[in-house]
C-alpha cells in the first residue's frame, strides 16, 4: 500500500466514525466548484451543516458521478443528493424539457414565469421517480459558438457540435452540424481536441472553459435559459426529523433566490470577458436567425406532441401569465 491509498483509507475512517454523531450526506454536482450553481449550493450545504445535524458535504467538477450518471445515482440511492441539469433528463419525460423549448422564454423574466407555471409539474414527476424536489435555478440564455463565422446554413455546415441534451442535438442535427453529448466538465478537452467546434450554452460554461481558446464567435441568440435542479433520494428525505427537512427546505429556498439573481446579474458580465479575450461577440444575421427560429419552432412542435395535455397546459398557463 502506498502513502497516498494509506491517507485515504485513514480519513474513510474518520469519515465514519464521526457519522455515527451526526448524518453525513455527499452531494454530487456536475459544473466547475467556481461557477455560481456549485458555489451556491457549497452555501446552501453550508447553512444545512450549520442548522441541523446533517452534514452536507458538495463534490464538484462531475467528481462523485459525472452530469450524465447523478440523477441515476440519487433515484438509487447512491447519492442522497445532487444537482443536475433538467432538461438532459428529456428520455426520461419529455416534461423535463419545457425549459429547453427553442424561443419560447429568453429571458429571465419570461423565464421564472415559465418556471413558476411548470413547477408543480416538475414536482409531481420528479415524485414519481421517487426523488424529492429542492430547489430550481437557471443558466444564462443560450447563444451559439462556432469556430467558424456563421453567416449562413452553409458556414455551419458539418461543424461538430457538443450537445447537452436531446434539444441541443436535434438542433444542431437540423442547422446541419454534427451533434456528440459531452458534459461540461469534458469541454475543454473536446474543443481541444476538435471532437467539438461548436455548441449552444450560456456566456456561464464558455467562461468557465475558457472557450475563447478554442473559437473565434460567439452568437448572442437568446435561444431559452435551461435551468438545474438541486433533488434528493425520496428515502433518505423521509428518513429525516422534521427539523432537518425544515432546515433544507429553508436552505433550499435561499439558495434559490441567490441563484437567480446571480445569473441575471453575471449573464451579462461573462459576455464581456469574450470580448476582453479577444472572441468575436455578435447577433446572428438574420438570415441565420430565421433559420434558428424555424428549427425551433420545429422543435416546439414535437415537443408538444411528447409532452402531451401535461406540455400544452404548461404552455397555456405560460401564455396566460404574459
Ligand atoms: N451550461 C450547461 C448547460 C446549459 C449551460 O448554459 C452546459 O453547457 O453543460
Known sequence: MNFKYGLVAASAFAVSASAALADKWDMALAYSATNYHSEIAAEFAAEVTANSDLEIVTHPGGSLFGGSEIFGAVRKGLAPIGERLISALGNDNALYEVDSVPFLATGFEGS????EVSK????ETLEEARVHFLYSCPWPPQGFYSAEAAT????ISGLKFRAYNATTSKMAEGLGMVPTKIEAAELAQAFATGVAQSMISSGSTGYDRKLWEHVDYYYDVKAWLPRNM?????KAWKRLDDDTQAA??????NAEAKCWAKAEELDA????????NGMKVETLSPELQAEFEKVGAELKAAWLERAGDKGQDVLDAFEAAQ
Open 112 to 115: 421564472k414565469k415559465l418556471y
Open 120 to 123: 408543480p409539474v416538475l414536482v
Open 152 to 155: 449562413d446554413l452553409d458556414s
Open 230 to 234: 438541486v433533488i434528493v433520494n425520496e
Open 248 to 253: 433544507i427546505t429553508t436552505a433550499a429556498a
Open 269 to 276: 458580465w461573462y459576455i464581456e470577458q469574450f470580448e476582453a
